[in-house]
Structure formats: C-alpha cells, structure tokens
C-alpha cells in the first residue's frame, strides 16, 4: 500500500529501532545538575485510517516509543503513546502523546504532501498546540515548550532532534532538555 492519505507521515509507517545504544540525551540528574546518557529506542506508527472531526477530515497513525539507557537492562526508561495527525486540507501534521510521568502534549506544524522532513511544536498556554502538566512537574520542572523535528530524507532512515525547554524551580535558566537518534526500518 501506498498510503498516500497520510501525506507525510506515510514515511513513518512501520516499525524502527537504534542500532546500539546511539541515541543522546541531555536531561536533568537527581541533583538537577546536567545528565547526558546514550539510549537505544524502539519506535511504532500503525495507521489507523481516517478520523472525520466533522467536516474536518484527518488520518492519523497509533504511535509508540520505547527508550533503554545504556547499561540498565532493567527496563525502558521512557516511553511515549499517542498519535501523528496529518490534516490535509490545512497542511498540518500534529503530534498528541502522553508520557507517564503526568504530561500531556498536542503539537502541530505545518507541512505539505510530499515533506519527508517536518517539525511539531508546542508552547505551555497555548489553547491548540500546547502541553499539560500534573501538579508536581507544573511547580518543579515547568515544561514552557517542546519541539521535535523529524527528517526521513534518508530511505529507511528515520532521524529526530527534540527540545523540551524546562523551567527548573530553582534555577533562573531554563533548561534545555534535549534528545536525539537515528533510527532504521524494521519492517
């Protein structure tokens, strides 16, 4: 199948995972110092067909992501579920996941049919594109936003750069909270 429907999100479809442990990720330690780590992941977009919003008409696929940190066989120490939208009358893809630590994120961009390289983003506040917190994360690690650019100009290749910028209580700078990896088609 072609999948031509999901503009470019059609790209996604499959399953993916590292090679290794070559993901990086630069994110808050215990102490809330800077910690970078290296990560394998495991990444799955099944489509789901249309979903009609009324005289909106959107295709979406079911996503999910695991991440093990090098070393720690002990289970993923991150992981991710929810849905990549693309609406094509409007020219957007939109990316709504929730992580169980109590956050919630809608993100969306622009893009057209045939982009093989797009990004999503949202800010804290926004009533469309935004990001939603339980109280704890709200008063010690504010996310203020979150943007992750996805490049599959390379067949079978999927490559992402994702900034979480975090308000740490405490701290007058926030926090850039970044991760990145590449990843390969499993089928």
């Excluded at 009609?52 to 008409?57: F, G, K, L």
């Excluded at 720690?72 to 996941?97: A, C, L, R, T």
């Excluded at 992750?148 to 308000?167: A, G, M, S, V």
Aim: glycine share 8%.
């Amino acid at each position: 199948m072609e999948y031509l429907e999901y503009g470019p999100l059609k790209s996604l479809i499959g399953s993916w995972e590292s090679e290794g442990f070559l993901g990086e990720n630069r994110a808050p330690d215990p102490q809330r110092n800077v910690e970078n780590t290296k990560f394998r992941q495991e990444m799955t977009f099944e489509p789901i067909g249309d979903v009609n919003n009324h005289e909106q008409v959107l295709y979406a696929l079911r996503y999910s992501t695991k991440a093990w940190e090098d070393g720690d066989d002990s289970g993923p120490f991150h992981e991710e579920v929810g849905y990549f939208i693309w609406d094509q009358k409007n020219n957007e893809v939109m990316k709504s996941f929730i992580v169980p630590r109590g956050i919630s994120v809608n993100a969306g961009g622009s893009a057209k049919s045939g982009d093989k390289k797009f990004s999503v983003k949202a800010e804290l506040g926004s009533a469309t594109y935004g990001v939603c917190s339980n109280k704890f994360l709200d008063e010690e690690f504010q996310t203020v936003s979150y943007e992750i650019t996805f490049d599959l100009e390379q067949e079978n290749k999927l490559q992402y750069d994702e900034n979480t910028r975090i308000k740490i209580k405490g701290q007058s700078k926030i926090f850039d909270h970044t991760e990145k990896n590449i990843l390969v088609r499993k089928k």
